[in-house]
Nanobody, 121 residues
């Protein structure tokens, strides 16, 4: 069963915008009557996967310094979907983007296929 389906990536010029979506299976999006903490991660060629944004169960958000002020994470609880609005994109944002639920810094399920974001200069 596919637990995470990311979409919305593409090729965009520097300064452009993209909105990523991640549809999460219900058993991963929620547990014990609460919504799980959700994060967007990215992995550039030759680099380790990094957490770029997360949204906690009660809605608090946080961002990596490299994307702060440009990216916004949000979610639709009714649709079990997490979004990442990416503005003012830079070539260094080029990566495969993934989402996942996590608890105590540990992801809760296998990675999805991700969605490729390529920013041209």
């Amino acid at each position: 069963q596919v637990q995470l389906v990311e979409s919305g990536g593409g090729l965009v010029q520097a300064g452009g915008s993209l909105r990523l979506s991640c549809v999460v299976s219900r058993n991963i999006f929620r547990s014990s009557f609460r919504i799980n903490d959700m994060g967007w991660y990215r992995q550039a060629p030759g680099k380790q996967r990094e957490l770029v944004a997360f949204i906690k169960s009660l809605g608090r958000t946080n961002y990596a310094d490299s994307v702060k002020g440009r990216f916004t994470i949000s979610r639709d609880d009714a649709e079990n979907t997490v979004y990442l609005q990416m503005n003012s994109l830079k070539p260094e944002d080029t990566a495969v983007y993934y989402c996942n639920a996590f608890k105590d810094e540990r992801i809760l399920t296998s990675w999805g296929q991700g969605t490729q974001v390529t920013v041209s200069s």
